[in-house]
């Protein structure tokens, strides 16, 4: 009974990766409980699933899910406890050298961890946490043309009631109670007609962006344009913050998925043929790295002469900032040696 209040206490103390956060000793001094207890009851919560949970950092969250796959051996364990900075630098040969083995034996290693989940609590949070996202608005293609539905569905009708108009007809003009119900009516009647032109708002903004940026929703990414809330703005004959407020947190379900309204204001570059949107361009680089060599990862330079030589004229610093955005290592951390 010692023991399970303590793991009880661990298992609370967990944080949304399944990590301990709270030192052994504040537990057993929070439980009353001596460290061997509380020692003996982290183990027995190590040994749960998801394998890695339980675990103080990254380096014992590893090694618990190698134990886990029984291939955890004396070069993988020496590996994740003294070289993980190395392996995110991915430094084969630095690796290679300090523990004197084979580069490619490093580089099989490291694919290993690869598999490993460093989250292993984050598909067991609560439902609290979950985000599921209701598009605003549904645009499909039928026979030929986009047509925009605004998806109002789970939103109340609002409506006034007659009950109230009747004793505004049996009341005299000059009375405290007409006074007091025609005031309301009137606010009803103002709240009714704003959220009406609210949607009729949102619908012409997505009807514009639609027709804008239709070579998008025919072909893809590689068809987006750089577009502004100015433009919308001018095509719709309102103000741009009145643009901005309508796409604001607003989703739209497309042949092409579900995107944020504000996914199709971007920035580009003028090219031979025309303007060029920066999404389009980090899908060109994303396509580049796709298909290179890994043991001879195309460096940053390179990808900006390929890109010259299709008419779209950035810097490498640009290159280089696209694949941050898009979440990929530079050349160097990209290389493989087998």
Known sequence: MRTRKVCEYIIDSLDENGYLTVSLNDIALNVNENMYIAERALRIIQEFDPPGVGARDLKECLLLQLKARDILNDDIRNLVEHHLKDI?????????????IDVLKVQHMIDILKTLNPRPGCNFSGYNDMRYIVPDAIV???????????????????????FYTQILQNNGRNSEEFKYLNDKLQSAFWLIKNI?????????VIKAIVEYQCDFFDSGINGLKPLTLKQIAKTCGIHESTVSRATNGKYVDTPKGVYELKFFFKNGVTNDGGEVSSESIKNLISGIIAKENPRAPLSDLIITKMLKNEGIDISRRTVAKYRDELGIPSSNRRKRFD
């Open 88 to 100: 995110a630098e991915n430094k084969l040969t630095l690796i290679a050298r300090k523990m004197n």
């Open 140 to 162: 499909r293609k039928i026979k030929g043309n986009f047509e925009i539905i605004i998806n109002d569905g789970d939103i109340p009708r609002l409506r006034i009631n007659k």
């Open 196 to 204: 009406e032109q609210r949607k009729n708002t949102l619908y012409n």
